[in-house]
T-cell receptor, first 114, second 112 residues
Framework: ETGVTQTPRHLVMGMTNKKSLKCEQH?????MYWYKQSAKKPLELMFV???????ENNSVPSRFSPECPNSSHLFLHLHTLQPEDSALYLC?????????????FGPGTRLTVT | SQQGEEDPQALSIQEGENATMNCSYK?????LQWYRQNSGRGLVHLIL?????REKHSGRLRVTLDTSKKSSSLLITASRAADTASYFC????????????FGGGTRLMVKP
């Protein structure tokens, strides 16, 4: 809907599973982001990639592992998650990693960890 | 406490009325942005106001920024049922990290 797509839209996984979230942007942007949105908490930035290089890692546990193989794709690899990791995971992109850059968000992946 | 806190947390109005949401922040900023989120979906950028600007308009939206009070307001005029959503302010802090920090949001319900 906004040029940023995310798959899957819903994911249920056990604590011992390994899964990956995928984000793709069709906007020709150079920066991509992962955010976590939990109930009753503000949106939290997890990772920022600019020109395929990670430029921010906002104190995220190692059970979340991002990957940016090219400027159009961003993955979030998940392993041995905890129930408290259940949340809406949002991907975003912007033209550049600058303070005036408008961020375009995908629809999110609703993750439930059982 | 967090940078960017919206007030009120929830607002319910009738269609046609105006809706005003406020955002306060704690440190100096370069710009402040407002986003809208429909239930369980991604965020949509609405408007950006820079620290040297005091007011900005976009269609039925009016945003003000008062850097002396470290606050911003978002006014939606002549509201419609389709405006029902959560609204977030986000700030880009000066010289302290390179990221947008979001507030907790205001949930707006516009009744037809």
């Amino acid at each position: 809907e906004t040029g940023v797509t995310q798959t899957p839209r819903h994911l249920v996984m056990g604590m011992t599973n390994k899964k990956s979230l995928k984000c793709e942007q069709h906007l020709g942007h150079n920066a991509m982001y992962w955010y976590k949105q939990s109930a009753k908490k503000p949106l939290e930035l997890m990772f920022v990639y600019s020109l395929e290089e990670r430029v921010e890692n906002n104190s995220v546990p190692s059970r979340f592992s991002p990957e940016c193989p090219n400027s159009s794709h961003l993955f979030l690899h998940l392993h041995t998650l905890q129930p408290e990791d259940s949340a809406l995971y949002l991907c975003a992109s912007s033209q550049d990693w600058t303070r005036d850059a408008e961020q375009y968000f995908g629809p999110g992946t609703r993750l439930t960890v059982t | 406490s967090q940078q960017g806190e919206e007030d009120p947390q929830a607002l319910s109005i009738q269609e046609g009325e105006n809706a005003t949401m406020n955002c306060s922040y704690k440190t100096s900023i370069n710009n402040l942005q407002w986003y809208r989120q429909n239930s369980g979906r991604g965020l949509v950028h609405l408007i950006l106001i820079r620290s040297n600007e005091r007011e900005k308009h976009s269609g039925r939206l009016r945003v003000t920024l008062d850097t002396s009070k470290k606050s911003s307001s978002l006014l939606i005029t002549a509201s419609r049922a389709a405006d029902t959503a959560s609204y977030f302010c986000a700030t880009w802090k000066n010289n302290a990290g390179n990221m947008l920090t979001f507030g907790g949001g205001t949930r707006l319900m516009v009744k037809p």
